[in-house]
């Protein structure tokens, strides 16, 4: 069985710029969630997407974005980047949107904005 | 809002030692609580959960049990390794959602 898996692993941007991060849901999973995790932080949520649409959103500004495959695969989106969004972004799939299912972390995307 | 908290750290023990970190919630549910573990430099592992009032999560010698008198769910190993050391996160669930609120993390360091 095949784990998250998340890229790439570290990425540099300037402000301003945009970038788009990705992640693998584990098999069997159609639910994935995206997090932010600051240096020294809990993670906090950004989205979750379950069967390709949105079902949920965090205290986050418009400018993070996602999507879903048809495949459970996801994007995350970030817009006119800032310095505060540097930070580790986790992925997690699920099995299912709600129902307190489990979710499983992927290994992340550190992302420096200089 | 929901919210965890976690004792700051770092906690520093010598190998063998008992280890207890300590974790509180506040949530307007019942929901469920999650402890996970961050190695350096990867992400988060699910360590134990426990899904109900008095439950208890175990794995790899680590306990947790959910007190929802006292609303905690704190994080217990009778005798902690060297390669126990590692960011720990306590975490909830509100009940009909799977997203996570997280603490802040409680990092262990064990020495020989």
């Known amino acids: 069985e095949t784990g998250v898996t998340q890229s790439p692993t570290h990425l540099i941007k300037t402000r301003g710029q945009q970038v788009t991060l990705r992640c693998s849901s584990q098999s069997g999973h159609n639910t994935v969630s995206w997090y932010q995790q600051a240096l020294g932080q809990g993670p906090q949520f950004i989205f979750q997407?379950?069967?390709?649409?949105?079902?949920g959103r965090g205290n986050f500004p418009p400018r993070f974005s996602g999507l879903q495959f048809p495949n459970y695969s996801s994007e995350l989106n970030v817009n006119a980047l800032e310095l505060d969004d540097s930070a580790l972004y986790l992925c997690a799939s699920s099995g299912k949107g709600g129902s307190q299912e489990t979710q499983y972390f992927g290994p992340g995307t550190r992302l420096l904005v200089l | 809002g929901d919210s965890v908290t976690q004792m700051e750290g770092p906690v520093t023990l010598s190998e063998e030692a008992f280890l207890t970190i300590n974790c509180t919630y506040t949530a307007t549910g019942y929901p469920s609580l999650f402890w996970y573990v961050q190695y350096p430099g990867e992400g988060l592992q699910l360590l134990l959960k426990a899904t109900k009032a008095d439950d208890k999560g175990s794995n790899k010698g680590f306990e947790a049990t959910y007190r929802k008198e006292t609303t905690s769910f704190h994080l217990e190993k009778g005798s902690v390794q060297v390669s126990d050391s590692a960011v720990y996160f306590c975490a909830l669930s509100e009940t009909g959602y799977s997203t996570l609120t997280f603490g802040k993390g409680t990092m262990l360091l064990v020495s020989p």
């Open positions: 997407y379950y069967r390709e649409e949105e079902n």
